[in-house]
Nanobody
Framework: QVRFVESGGGSVQFGGSLRLSCVASGFTFSNYAMNWYRQAPGKEREMVARILPTGVITNYASSVKGRFTISRDNAKNTVYLQMNSLKLEDTAVYYC???????WGQGTQLTVSS
C-alpha cells in the first residue's frame, strides 16, 4: 500500500537550516510528482513545494520561495526539503504526499525559535 515516512524535523533557531526527508513506498516513485505540505497549529494544511518526476521542474509557495529547495532521489524513493533562513512562521508539521487522496504519513515537526 502507499506509504510515506517523513523524518528530519527538529528544533532550530531563527535563521537556521534543516533538511527533511521522506521515503515513499507502494507505487512507482519515479513516475509521479511529489509534494511537501505543512500544517501549523490552528491553520489549514498548505502546499509548500512540488517536484515533477524527473526533478527538473519545481514549484514553491511564495512564503518559502528562495529559502526552501525540494529535490528527489528516484533510486531511493526519497524526496527532500532543504530549508534555509528559517522563520518563526515556518513552525509546523511537514508532510510529503503524492496525491492528497493518498494516506498521509505521521509528518515531522519543525519548531523554529527566536
Amino acid at each position: 500500500q502507499v506509504r510515506f515516512v517523513e523524518s528530519g524535523g527538529g528544533s532550530v533557531q531563527f535563521g537556521g537550516s534543516l533538511r527533511l526527508s521522506c521515503v515513499a513506498s507502494g507505487f512507482t516513485f519515479s513516475n509521479y510528482a511529489m509534494n511537501w505540505y505543512r500544517q501549523a497549529p490552528g491553520k489549514e494544511r498548505e502546499m509548500v513545494a512540488r517536484i515533477l518526476p524527473t526533478g527538473v521542474i519545481t514549484n514553491y509557495a511564495s512564503s518559502v520561495k528562495g529559502r526552501f529547495t525540494i529535490s528527489r532521489d528516484n533510486a531511493k524513493n526519497t524526496v527532500y526539503l532543504q530549508m534555509n533562513s528559517l522563520k518563526l512562521e515556518d513552525t509546523a508539521v511537514y508532510y510529503c504526499i503524492r496525491f492528497v487522496s493518498d494516506p498521509w504519513g505521521q509528518g515531522t515537526q519543525l519548531t523554529v525559535s527566536s
